[in-house]
């Protein structure tokens, strides 16, 4: 606990009055004011924010406020004259934010005032980060320290002592006292007075809650060790499954406020993404199967519940792609209009992911029309992502994006008006002072049902009418949109092109990921090379921090993923040792959010806790996971597991707030679960036969003899991550010597019908020359898969797949001769796979690749029947790094059991 001065009680009644300002995004005073409020009718010299580049400060460069952009010339002024600072925060795209900016430090008494006794500055949120949440943590500090409920927002507004403590605060006051609201000016001369009369007072307050905001910013040690397990997992899902509302979707719901506004939360949905058959939300790799892990149908429900309100909902933009930043209502339908790139970016690898699950085209269509809005309306010329577009047009928030019934009638016609109204909502009363939003009320299928019109017919000519709206949309008034690059945000947008490409089979996402991120590590660094924060007008400047070294690194190993291209993982690995060399604390352990070359602030945080984004410890532990499967690096793993077990108590009280943490758990275990496995003794794996049953070895076509107990998993891994082969975890082969495992499905699927195990026929690959795979597929009993060549030949072929990372070729494919299945509806039989069934290849590594270390990515497509029905067509994927000797190294054969010539096996 921690003591407050008793001045406290002399402010609280000026600030307490701000506290319902805020909601949880931004500052919403109860009462709306007039929203066409105007600057004062002449214009200002510009103070000094006119040389800043961001767009928010520019946006006050003619204030008769003589503002100040954060650095040391407004602190020298402050303590020169001793004069308190008044330190207020926002960012271009916040509704409030434009309100105070009009109405208070347009007023002339108030800036008056400002300006005589105060020294002011204005700072950039999403330029600066650091600052913003160091201030947001001290207002916590101080509405609990006046007995106040906890909230915050934007614009927040805090009073700093000269050295930059914080005193009090709060978030939008409009500039004279309004229906229980604190006019500004009041607050001011409130906050005067004080300094004025009684400074030793108010700088111990200071004092006080500077001290709490050092504490809470250090993770600090736990008094107990929280074992890293499933459990931990467990209860983050639960978190979620807490607060989800199962009647309109979302995974912050309270019941006890049932109307209050909904956020999309990303970091929630990919948690629950990580944990079903679907792409996985950062590097794309995929549990394959219809298994999950826990409750799967819960967590599936869940899921689909809120992506389908959400893509019905008015808070995706209908016309134009993408979604706005939340709703402001329990159903989805009226949202608060601005729309940010993180959130684009994020909810496009969301929907990617769900459609790489499931294969539902609205899945895809929204993941497609989120991208082609920001290619279309967020890409620079050079081929960084802009950070936003502001919600008003006019003062008049959403103006640009609603309609009346007589617009749309007007552009389309009243034949297709009808039709569309119906289908969009725009028949139902107006939920919106200002016009209809667009959204679904219920889904197209059901609509072209009720009109009596094929679904895809429907969807084409609702596309053609939606062309024709947003051509006559675009003529109107343009958005305010904050055009400079932000370095972690691109990161993110980087990742869901790589993955949306990968998924979408859309080369082109791809290559604008590929562009961006050139452009992020050409043109966003300093002299030494360092990642910078922002750019704008050909400027880059600030220093980087945690969050964007954190999510360039992930898109980078996304788009190695999606390319092989070792360029992206070559230059992920360098920007990883750069961030351990700058935020790394050797001592304490994790990353700080600053650098060790940033000004020294109030305090120097490190957390785990997820915004709007991901946590930059969290995405960092993902990341050194990943580089740790990919390069064999022990190091990362360590590191990795010391960041969980330093933020493993919070995880553990406060699980809902570090889902994403969750998520970098799970991976980590899977993880370290293949690692050990690659030590174990070669008659280690138990299960070796438990799921695959004996192999036939009927003909030369057929699978070889049956697999041995001795079967040894050197690399087996839980999760269907890249398995890490080394040439030196492989035993002298011979005539009965174990088989040695080199990739496996996940063995937790329960529910999955087919499982694959695969061998090589050799240690390491031979540069220009050819080995031998074998791929084991396991079919659960009373399910069978279609041969290759499928009978009758409208059937979907089993077929073996590679990718490979530096361009080995698959050929001479054997499928093995099925037998024939009767099932009703067929007049002939089928030819099918039941039980158990061996495919080989021929693998053949280029001769550049000599010395290097191949990525295999092997896929096994196929469908699974019953003697009913047939599921859809899906993927069984199997992943393993394998060396490629170098030029005159030794080839050792293994597995020759499965390899050798028929009748000379064992």
Same mark, same amino acid.
């Given at each position: ?71 040391? $010339? ?28 009009? =109405?208070?430090?347009?007023?002339? $008494? ?46 927040? #507004? ?34 005067? +007075? ?22 809470? #910013? ?23 499954? @807490? ?10 719901? %309270? ?52 992506? %389908? ?7 995706? %933009? ?251 993982? %070559? ?46 410890? *969290? ?9 740790? =499967? ?67 070895? #009927?003909?030369?076509? *057929?699978?070889? =003899? ?5 079967? #040894? ?64 597929? @396991? ?64 693998? +053949? ?8 270390? $191949? ?52």
């Amino acid at each position: 606990m921690y003591r407050i001065p008793v001045v406290f009680s002399l402010l609280s009644v000026a600030f307490l009055a701000s506290v319902g300002c805020a909601a949880e995004s931004d500052g919403a005073p109860g009462e709306t004011p007039n929203r066409k409020t105007d600057k004062a009718t002449h214009q200002h010299p510009a103070n000094r924010l006119a040389h800043e580049t961001s767009p928010y400060l520019l946006l006050h460069a003619h204030n008769p406020v003589d503002w100040f952009p954060w650095g040391p $010339e407004a602190f020298e002024k402050a303590q020169q004259e001793n004069k308190p600072i008044f330190l207020s925060i926002g960012y271009s795209s916040c509704f409030w934010c434009h309100v105070m900016e009009r =109405e208070t430090f347009s007023d002339e $008494e108030t800036a008056a005032y400002m300006n005589e006794h105060f020294v002011n500055i204005k700072v950039d949120r999403e330029e600066r980060p650091d600052v913003d949440d160091i201030y947001m943590l001290a207002l916590q500090v101080y509405y609990r320290a006046i007995g106040s409920p906890p909230n915050g927002g934007w614009p927040l #507004s805090m009073f700093l002592t000269p050295t930059g403590k914080p005193m009090a605060g709060g978030t939008y006051f409009p500039p004279r006292a309004r229906r229980g609201l604190p006019g500004f000016l009041a607050v001011l001369q409130k906050l005067h +007075e004080s300094w004025t009369d009684d400074e030793e007072r108010m700088t111990a307050a200071a004092e006080a809650i500077a001290g709490e905001v050092r504490r809470v #910013s250090a993770p600090g040690e736990s008094s107990r060790t929280v074992p890293l397990g499933r459990s931990l997992v467990d209860q983050a899902i639960a978190a979620v499954e @807490a607060q989800f509302d199962p009647e309109y979707g979302g995974l912050e719901f %309270d019941p006890r406020r049932p109307n209050g506004p909904k956020f999309p939360v990303p970091t929630r949905l990919m948690l629950l993404q990580s944990q079903i058959g679907n792409g996985d939300a950062v590097n794309g790799d995929a549990v394959n199967g219809d298994g999950a892990k826990g409750d799967g149908a819960k967590i599936v429900a869940m899921l689909e519940n809120t992506l %389908d309100h959400m893509l019905r909902g008015g808070i995706r %933009d209908h016309l134009g792609g993408g979604f706005h930043r939340y709703s402001t209502d329990r159903q989805w339908m009226v949202p608060h209009f601005e729309k940010m790139l993180y959130d684009n970016a994020q909810l496009a690898e969301v929907y990617s992911n769900a459609y790489a699950r499931t294969g539902e085209q609205r899945y895809r269509d929204v993941a497609e029309q989120t991208f082609a809005f920001v290619l279309r309306e967020m890409t620079s010329p050079d081929g960084g992502f802009y950070s936003a577009l502001d919600a008003e047009t006019d003062g008049i928030e959403g103006q640009h994006y609603v309609w009346s019934k007589d617009e749309i009638a007007g552009v389309l016609g009243e034949s297709d008006a009808a039709l569309f109204n119906d289908v969009y909502g725009v028949n139902e009363p107006e939920r919106f002072e200002h016009g209809h939003v667009l959204h679904l009320p219920r889904p197209i299928i059901e609509a072209a049902v009720t009109h009596g019109i094929p679904a895809a017919e429907l969807r084409d000519r609702l596309s053609v009418m939606r062309d024709k709206l947003l051509v006559v949309r675009e003529q109107r008034p343009a958005l305010l949109k904050d055009d400079k690059v932000l370095t972690s945000w691109n990161g993110l947008m980087i990742r869901a092109l790589a993955r949306g490409g990968e998924v979408l089979n859309r080369p082109d996402l791809i290559a604008a990921g590929e562009r961006a991120a050139r452009f992020v590590l050409t043109n966003m660094r300093d002299e030494e090379g360092r990642l910078l924060r922002t750019h704008r007008d050909k400027l880059s400047k600030l220093n980087a921090y945690l969050d964007d070294y954190a999510f360039v690194v992930s898109g980078l190993l996304a788009l190695h993923r999606a390319t092989g291209q070792q360029e992206w993982l %070559d230059a992920a690995r360098q920007l990883t040792d750069d961030q351990i060399d700058l935020f790394w604390d050797e001592e304490g352990k994790a990353f700080f959010f600053t650098s060790d070359h940033h000004e020294k602030l109030l305090a120097r945080t490190k957390n785990a806790y997820d915004n709007v984004i991901p946590s930059g410890n *969290s995405m960092s532990v993902r990341n050194l996971v990943r580089l740790a =499967e990919l390069t064999g690096n022990a190091d990362d793993l360590t590191r990795a597991g010391e960041t969980l077990a330093l933020f493993a108590p919070k995880l553990e009280n406060q699980s809902g707030a570090l889902t994403f943490m969750a998520v970098a758990v799970d991976e980590y275990l899977a993880a370290t679960s293949a690692s050990v496995s690659t030590e174990t003794d070669v008659d280690s794996d138990s299960d070796a036969n438990s799921d695959s049953g004996p192999v036939s070895d #009927s003909d030369s076509e *057929s699978a070889a =003899e049956t697999l041995p107990p001795g079967e #040894s998993a050197v690399a087996s891994d839980a999760a269907d991550k890249p398995v890490v082969v080394r040439a030196a975890k492989f035993p002298q082969q011979g005539t009965g010597e174990p088989l040695v495992l080199a990739a496996r499905t996940d063995p937790r699927l329960k529910d999955a019908k087919v499982s694959a195990k695969a061998y090589l026929s050799v240690d390491k690959l031979p540069a220009g020359g050819k080995a031998q795979v074998a791929v084991v597929l @396991a079919i659960k009993d009373g399910w069978h898969i279609n041969t290759n060549p499928a009978r009758p030949d409208f059937l979907v072929p089993t077929e073996l797949i590679l990718k490979a990372a530096r361009k080995s070729k698959l050929s001479q494919i054997a499928y093995p001769k099925g037998h024939d299945f009767r099932m009703e509806g067929f007049d002939e039989p089928l030819s099918v796979f039941e039980k158990q069934v061996l495919l080989k290849g021929t693998i +053949e590594a280029p001769r550049a690749a000599a010395g290097a270390t $191949e990525e295999l990515e092997l896929t096994i497509h196929y469908q699974a029947c019953d003697n009913r029905r047939c599921l859809r067509p899906t993927d069984a994927t199997l992943k393993l790094r394998v060396p490629v000797a170098a030029a005159g190294a030794d080839v050792k054969t293994i597995n020759q059991r499965l390899f050798a010539p028929k009748g000379k096996g064992n």
